[in-house]
C-alpha cells in the first residue's frame, strides 16, 4: 500500500501517449499558414526546445518559422484540428502500468494542457476509469506552466501537495511548477524530454525515469 505519497498525477502528451502527433499537428499547422520549411529545418528547431527545457515550444516555432509577429493563436488553432491521438499512439506500457498503480492502492490523476475533448480518447482506449480528478487546461482554464493549474487541481482532489508525485516529460512545463505547488516530481526522459539531458537538468526532479513501469518502485523510494 501507498506511503506518505498516495496520489498520483499524469501528464498526457508524452506520457500516456506518443508526443510526435503534436510535433506533426504543428508541422502541418505552421506550412498552412504560410511558412515555408524543411522537415529537417523543423526537426532541428523542435530538437532545440527538447534540449532547452525552458521555452514555449509553439512559441519557439512560430516565431522561428512565420517571424516575431507571428500569430500563435492561430497557428495553434489550425494545429488544433490535427492534434488528436489515434489509438496507435497510446504508449505501451501505459495501461499495465496504470492497473499497477490502482492495484497498489494509489489514487490517480491528470494534470496536463490538453482540449477537453481528450477524454474521448481516453475513454476509447480504456484509460478514463482509471483517473479520479482531472487537471485539464481547457476546462479549469488555467494552462502549464502556471503553478495554478497543479494547485487548482490538488484543491479538487482534496490532498496536500506533500502525498502526491507528478509524472511529467518536461522540466518548465512538468517539473518546476509541480514543485511550485509542493508536489515530488519524477521526469520521464521520452516525449518532450532532450535526448541528453544534462546532469544539472537530471538534477532537478526528484527522480528521472527512462520507462513508465519503473515508476511503482520510484514511489516506494519517494514515500
Same mark, same amino acid.
Request: proline share 6%; aromatic share 8%.
Given at each position: ?13 508524452? &506520457?500516456?501517449?506518443?508526443? =510526435? ?29 527538447? !534540449? ?6 509553439? +512559441? ?7 517571424? *516575431?509577429?507571428?500569430? +500563435?493563436? $492561430? &497557428? ?9 491521438? #489515434? ?7 501505459? &495501461? #499495465?502500468?496504470?492497473? $499497477? ?8 490523476? &491528470?494534470?496536463? $494542457? ?14 478514463? *476509469?482509471?483517473? /479520479? ?13 502556471? #503553478?495554478?493549474?497543479?494547485? =487548482?487541481?490538488? /484543491? ?5 501537495? %506533500? ?22 516530481? +519524477?521526469?520521464?526522459? =521520452?516525449? /518532450? %524530454? *532532450? ?12 527522480? !528521472? ?15
Amino acid at each position: 500500500m501507498p506511503g506518505d505519497i498516495d496520489h498520483v498525477f499524469l501528464d498526457i502528451g508524452g &506520457v500516456l501517449y506518443d508526443d =510526435r502527433v503534436y510535433a506533426e499537428a504543428w508541422r502541418r499547422a505552421l506550412r498552412e499558414s504560410g511558412a515555408t520549411f524543411t522537415d529537417a529545418a523543423f526537426d532541428t528547431e523542435y530538437a532545440a526546445c527538447r !534540449a532547452s527545457q525552458d521555452r514555449s515550444f509553439r +512559441v519557439h516555432l512560430a516565431k522561428t518559422f512565420l517571424g *516575431p509577429e507571428a500569430d +500563435v493563436r $492561430n &497557428v495553434g488553432s489550425r494545429a488544433a484540428r490535427y492534434w488528436q491521438y #489515434p489509438p496507435s499512439a497510446l504508449h505501451a506500457d501505459v &495501461v #499495465p502500468t496504470l492497473t $499497477n498503480l490502482r492495484d497498489g492502492g494509489y489514487r490517480l490523476g &491528470v494534470i496536463a $494542457n490538453q482540449p477537453s475533448q481528450i477524454r474521448a480518447a481516453m475513454q476509447r482506449d480504456g484509460l478514463v *476509469p482509471f483517473f /479520479e480528478v482531472w487537471g485539464v487546461s481547457d476546462d479549469l482554464g488555467l494552462h502549464k506552466p502556471d #503553478p495554478a493549474l497543479f494547485r =487548482r487541481t490538488l /484543491e479538487l482532489a482534496g490532498v496536500d501537495g %506533500a502525498r502526491t508525485v507528478m509524472v511529467g516529460d518536461r522540466l518548465d512545463y512538468d517539473m518546476r511548477p509541480a514543485r511550485a505547488a509542493g508536489m515530488r516530481t +519524477v521526469w520521464l526522459l =521520452r516525449g /518532450e %524530454a *532532450p535526448d541528453d539531458p544534462t546532469p544539472e537538468q537530471l538534477a532537478e526532479p526528484d527522480v !528521472a525515469i527512462e520507462e513508465l513501469q519503473q515508476l511503482l518502485d520510484v514511489l516506494d523510494e519517494l514515500s
